[in-house]
C-alpha cells in the first residue's frame, strides 16, 4: 500500500519511470522482500515495477532515496500516523487507518491536490426539502 509513495519519493530525488532497476531476488540483512507468487522479471522501467507491484524493485528504491525520504513523501500526501522509517516501510509494514491511506492517494489522481474529507449529513433543495439524509443510527453488526 506504500509503494506509491516510494515511486514519489524516488521521482522527486531524480528517477523518472524509465529508469531501469533489476527486479531479483534480493536480501536486505535478515529480510528479503519476495515478489508475490515468487516470480521476478529481471530489467524493468520503474513504470513497469510500479504497474506489477514488484517488491524487489520498492525496497531497492527505498534504499535507495533513504526510507525517511519515503515518511515525508506519505505524511505530505496526508498520512498522519507515526511511520517507522525503515525499508520494509515500502511494503506498508507502518499501520495506517483506511481512510488516511484512501485520502493520501487522492493527490495522484487530482493534480496533485490534497482533499479536505469530510462528510455530507444531508443534501437539499433550495426550498429546504431534504434529497438526502445520512443515517444517525448504528450501522448493523456483522
Known sequence: AFKPFVYM???EAGRTPDSIRN???IKIG???PDNYGGKYYGKVTLATALAKSLNSVAAQLTMEVGPDAVV????????????QANTS??????EVTPLELTSA????ANGG???????IQRI???????LYAGSTGSAPRV
Open 30 to 32: 535478515k529480510w528479503t
Open 113 to 119: 491536490y490534497k482533499p479536505d474529507i469530510h462528510f
Open 124 to 130: 437539499t433543495t433550495a426550498n429546504g426539502k431534504v
Open 72 to 83: 515525508e513523501a506519505a505524511h505530505r500526501m496526508g498520512i498522519q500516523s507515526d511511520l
Open 9 to 11: 519519493a524516488a521521482l
Open 105 to 108: 492517494y487522492v493527490p495522484f
Open 89 to 94: 516501510i515500502a511494503l506498508g509494514t507502518s
Open 23 to 25: 527486479d531479483a531476488p
